[in-house]
């Protein structure tokens, strides 16, 4: 029986983060998360829903399989095929396999979506636990739009779903309709009227998406009013406005524990930062700078009576440590000069995993990249490792790029890419555009036979300096709703955007829908 007072932190960016629109990621992005979530030490990973895709099946089945440390979760609709195939995708994580079972149970859901009555849901609900039950002991059960079902029906359901074997009911809040005070009060509700939940049997967890911005509010009400479970996804990414943000949950629960009575998460918070910064690349969602926690004003004091204060006593004006989520403290820069040694001794101390096959490739953009700059930083070597992490097989690879652009030239450029076949065709074309880099993509275009529309690009500067790298994102639309996001690094900035499209046209070129077609 787990502790009275300890939170058990579910992390889902893996499953309802990744359905943020254009988030979606390939098995080595998900396993690259997963490895870091462990490192950080959540309870529960929610790897996916298996029965969507073979994708998913599999990346749900490799993390169970990889990782040590959290529970591994899949999720299923109340369905036997759904149901089966979460329960064979858990399997390799053994005991630690839960498998999360969903069921609208809110009026208008089981009017409009469902057509089915009360008793009609619970009996269904009843017998996917049961079935899930069967693959193993960890069960969770969501009554979905949990926070607008009438708060009675709410109790038999959870009563139901316990005296089947669900250990865990969550209380999604699917459509960020809550507030926290009615949120908390329906929690108590529960609490109170379920005999299971005060005597810890079962426990109450919370899901809360962020339309009207108060996932995170609703959820700390929620643990104040003795939900043990609060489910969540790093940067707070999900579903149309997202989730409650696992950083902000997990610094408010430690920084106001007086309010909080005390309760306590095992989170490795150091691992904070460094988890948000590879879900940001890995996902192409860029996070805000003014975002609590991991943004980068969230420590930046300007205010010159601030600073003052902060010299005299830093509790003053901050009232959270920023190294106890994972800022400053970096180490002497590396160089050209760094040996592979050097840079692969690095590379673990940053908590990464890696082939002598990814070292190797590594190093060789390691090196080009010291040529470049003076100092090759930490987050320069992580944007390196990142940028391999997230390659896919290259059908087409940049072989030379030269650009002329002024302010009374026509911005053009050439570029030969190298199709990565028997033979291995190598294409040339030029191309203006608007400025170079849609000069640029212009060409790419007609050299791939490809027709992408940028949605979105952003530039970040990885590490600090006039030589710092620049990362670039984009995200492409092929049609059919296939937005694919791309990602490059390099010191020149026309560069990384040429080399971020590229990835972006290869990733599409790649995807299961092409695939069939070649
Ligand atoms: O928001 C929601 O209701 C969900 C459930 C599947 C838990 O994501
Ligand atoms: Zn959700």
Not at 288 to 297: D, F, L, M, P, Y
Not at 446 to 475: F, H, N
């Amino acid at each position: 029986m787990m502790k009275k007072n300890r939170i058990m932190i579910f992390d889902t960016t893996l499953r309802d983060g990744e359905q943020c629109p254009g988030a979606s990621m390939n098995l080595r992005e998900k396993l690259a998360i997963a490895h870091q979530l462990a490192r950080l030490k959540v309870d529960v990973i929610e790897a996916g829903f298996p029965v969507i895709s073979e994708g998913d099946f599999e990346a749900v089945q490799t993390i169970a399989r990889e990782i040590k440390g959290p529970m591994i979760a899949g999720l299923a609709r109340c369905v036997a095929k759904d149901i089966d195939a979460a329960g064979a995708a858990v399997k390799p994580a053994g005991k630690r396999g839960r498998i999360h079972v969903f069921l609208a149970t809110s009026k208008i859901h089981r009017e409009f979506k469902l057509g089915k009555a009360q008793d009609e849901i619970i009996r269904l609900a009843v017998e996917g636990v049961r079935r899930a039950k069967g693959f193993v002991e960890s069960v969770e059960f969501s009554p979905e739009d949990g926070s607008r079902t009438e708060p009675d029906f709410l109790v038999e359901v959870c009563k139901a779903v316990i005296a089947a074997g669900a250990t865990i009911v969550n209380v999604p809040d699917t459509v960020g309709w809550a507030v926290p005070e009615e949120y908390g009060a329906l929690i108590q509700h529960l609490h109170d009227s379920v005999e299971a939940f005060s005597n810890g049997r079962a426990i109450i967890s919370v899901h809360c998406h962020n339309d009207l911005g108060l996932a995170v509010a609703n959820s700390l009400a929620a643990v104040r009013a003795g939900a043990r479970q609060v489910e969540c996804t790093l940067n707070g990414i999900g579903e149309r406005a997202g989730n409650a943000a696992l950083e902000e949950i997990v610094m408010a629960l430690k920084t106001r524990a007086d309010f909080y009575g005390g309760v306590e998460c095992g989170v490795v918070t150091q691992e904070i930062l460094k988890s948000s910064r590879l879900v940001s690349r890995m996902s192409g969602l860029i996070v805000q700078r003014s975002k609590a926690i991991v943004g980068e004003n969230a420590f930046a004091h300007s205010s010159g009576i601030h600073q003052d204060g902060i010299l005299k006593k830093r509790e003053t004006y901050e009232i959270m440590d920023p190294q106890d989520v994972g800022w400053g403290g970096t180490e002497l820069p590396l160089t050209k000069h760094s040996g592979r040694a050097a840079m692969a001794a690095r590379l673990k101390h940053l908590g990464f995993k890696m082939t002598d096959a990814d070292i190797q490739a590594i190093f060789a953009r390691f090196k080009e990249i010291g040529d470049k700059k003076k100092f090759v930083y930490d987050d320069d070597l992580t944007a390196l490792v990142e940028g391999h992490i997230t390659e896919v097989p290259e059908t087409w690879t940049l072989d030379y790029l030269h650009v002329t652009c002024g302010n009374l030239t026509v911005p053009t450029a050439t570029v030969r890419l190298r199709r990565n076949c028997e033979g291995g065709e190598v294409c040339q074309d030029a191309s203006i555009g608007d400025g170079p880099v849609d000069a640029a993509l212009k060409a790419i275009d007609r050299l791939t036979k490809t027709k992408g529309s940028l949605r979105d690009y952003a530039l970040r500067s990885v590490s600090e300096g006039q030589d710092a790298m620049g990362e670039v994102t984009v995200k492409v639309d092929f049609g059919n709703q296939q937005i694919v996001t791309g990602k490059g690094a390099g010191t020149d900035i026309v560069e990384a955007s040429t080399r971020a499209y590229l990835n972006a046209v290869n990733r599409f070129l790649s995807s299961p829908s092409q695939k069939t077609k070649s």
